[in-house]
């Protein structure tokens, strides 16, 4: 390559000795700036080194003389954002629940505020969204509730759980285990069945929907009703909508009566500041299925932290 | 430089210095022109942020803004939001095919009389024929000691460049927030400290690109010498030595000597002189010229005095070079311009152009964006129904608040409803109030019969309700449990 080197003539400077197909590269010296912009780069290089975190060492790296680190910065940061948050948190804090609806801007930071909360408390059971997990963890999106879809309900189900052994106030109910303990017998347990299909329009009257209309009144309607219709301060299921949390079918429900799961939800009051519950509620509360009304709370809510048992 | 006997190269220096530039003071009807272009592209500079312009109570009154913060972009009579960005798309491609347009017909006409780094060069150096007087007091004072002369001439000269550079940061930062405001607040330490961030770093820029890197700039850094040679062919004009009529160089006294052996050039190197980058013409084209035709003025001046026609030095096609060489007349400059070429450029151009205005002013100033949520897809209700929710973006484009209905359409037995209702109240539509020049964020709850089909499209629809009727809508999907579930 060296010995096709020449000189060009239109510009007089010597070509580099490279060739492609006649085009040739001219060896222009570089500027003389782009030297000193290059040792200054390296000078700036060499301060940052001292200033900022930079060789690796064994376990860490070297600090540096300023003390930075993306922690600190993180922190500093986060700091910030608890700042900025704090007048919103304190209105939320001071505004009673139920009054919250009526002031839009504080309700949707509060949803906003419940949707991260509900992202790292609650979608492990419940789902993204909500959606709840068929024949697991209930929807709390539809517009069937078991203790209640008003804010004040949903607010006590989440600080209080559903049967928390623990916890006095917790809301707690028990479905008995009628094939389990032998209080129904199998044939009898199918026949109830039967009778929960028709009030819930799913088969057609029959003769064993006749027999298990006895049944369930004499077993079942102490907590559903005679109707089926459901009881809320008892958290017993209504039977005769389109909802199922553990299944509708005949299979799911004889699953059911014959050894219920009466499922566990943890309770948050302890863990969770009251305006994080409050704004869960919110959250809660707005993904469909609120109810406007009140539903009449059997234990007092204001009894909160005293009452779980424990000193 | 090697010397031309070293044939290797071997003792090339890696690294050259700059070379002085001092370009002479000279007049003529390009110095005129590049004098009103520079005129007008300051002007505009300086002056746009300050142009005021009504758009009522719910927007800025800046004529041209780029408001960062709220995400708007205001030009005169247009708003541009973020999502209508292509219209800036389209403007970056006119501006592109513009650039092919000029440099196609009159060559590297951006370089010599447009670009912002010709501009403030040019004025960094009338302000050293000011403060240091012309080219040879210039060189005098650049080889001399550092006398009390020159050091106070360089404080005074950079204290004027300082100054330039920071009127011309100072007025960048105008165009992203109104002006006298921003004015008022940088003057009282209360501007956002990005603005005076900008300010110091294009003060530095413009002190360092316009001050002293100068030339350096388009040979050593920027693209579009580079790139131009595939925009140019044989029938672009640039500015040409015509070597056929000048050469064998010689003065008037030789020339008078011995009529008939020399060309038209005298090598009175005044070409050279008023280069303001410093390259010699009579070389070629190259990549220094920036086609600023300074050196046709300089060179008809001393054909006039001479008594010799204009032109040894004039803006020429390589094919009417071809021409003239032979003995032919080139072609009339109208000729040149008005080709296949750079006629469909222009086209093309205008066809854009004519485009973007035809669909701004087409645009509808409420727009509808509709997304499904996708968790859950759809949600069994007690009553058998099965609804869905969908998030709503309403964007209200106009400077006024307004009233908008919200419908559906291909749903049977649809009923909706915003967290603001219930499913007890809900209807065929929903009325919504929208604040002016802004988006609102609404969920929107659909519930209808539970049978139907699994997927089905079907229309959310919005409109106006205060006498402009025009809307928007989205087709989107409304999702059933499959059967069996």
Known sequence: ?311 | MASPDDLTGENAPLYAARKGVYPKRVDGPFRRFKWAIMGITLAIYYGTPWIRWDRGLYAPDQAVLVDLANRRFYMFQIEIWPHEFYYVAGLLIMAGIGLFLVTSAVGRAWCGYACPQTVWTDLFQHVDRLVDGDRNAQIRLANGPWTFEKISKRAIKYLIYLTIAFWTGGAWIMYFADAPTLTVEFWTGQAAPIAYATVAVLTATTFILGGFMREQVCIYMCPWPRIQTAMMDEKSLLVTYKDWRGEPRGSVKKAEAHPGAFGDCIDCNQCVAVCPTGIDIREGPQIGCITCALCIDACDGVMKQVGRPRGLIDYCTLDDAATEKAGGVGKPVMKTLLRPRTLIYFGIWSAIGAAMLFSLGQRTRLDLAVQHERSPLYVQLSDGHIRNNYTLKLRNMETRPRRVAVTVDGLKGAALWTEAGSRETAGQRVEIMLSPDSVTRLKLFIAAPGDGPARQDFTIATRGLDGDPRGDSDIIQFDRPEAGQ
Not at chain 1, 131 to 144: E, I, M
């Open chain 1, 1 to 311: 390559m060296v010995d096709r080197k020449r000189i060009d003539e239109a510009t007089g400077t010597s070509t580099v000795g490279h060739e492609w197909d006649g085009i040739e590269e001219l060896d222009t010296p570089m500027p003389r700036w782009w030297l000193w912009t290059f040792y200054a780069s390296i000078v700036w290089a060499a301060g940052y080194v001292v200033l900022y975190p930079a060789w690796p060492m064994l376990n860490s790296a070297t600090q540096g003389v300023l003390g930075w680190s993306s922690r600190s910065d993180l922190e500093r940061e986060m700091q910030a954002h608890a700042e900025r948050r704090a007048p919103i948190t304190n209105a939320i804090a001071a505004t009673p629940l139920t009054d919250l609806p009526a002031k839009p801007e504080l309700m949707q930071a509060a949803v906003q505020g419940g949707a991260a909360a509900f992202r790292v408390h609650c979608v492990q059971c419940h789902g993204a969204g909500g959606a709840g997990v068929k024949k697991l963890y209930p929807s709390l999106t539809d517009d069937d509730w078991l203790w209640g879809g008003d804010l004040a309900s949903i607010e006590y189900t989440i600080a209080h759980g559903i049967r928390n052994p623990d916890h006095k106030a917790t809301r707690v109910s028990q479905m008995p285990a009628f094939g389990r303990d032998g209080i129904l017998d199998a044939a009898q347990i199918a026949d109830v069945v039967s009778h929960v299909r028709v009030i819930s329009g799913q088969e057609k009257p029959s003769a064993a929907a006749a027999r298990g209309e006895a049944l369930f009144q004499a077993n079942c309607a102490v907590c559903h009703g005679a109707t089926g219709a459901g009881d809320r301060t008892v958290g017993a299921p209504k039977l005769t909508d389109a909802v199922w949390l553990y299944g509708g079918d005949r299979d799911s429900l004889t699953a059911t009566i014959v050894q219920p799961r009466n499922g566990v939800m943890p309770r948050w009051g302890h863990r969770l500041d009251p305006v994080t519950v409050k704004m869960l509620a919110t959250y809660v509360y707005s993904l469909g299925g609120g109810e406007k009304v009140s539903a009449p709370t059997l234990a007092p809510i204001s009894e909160g932290q005293g009452a779980d048992g424990q000193p």
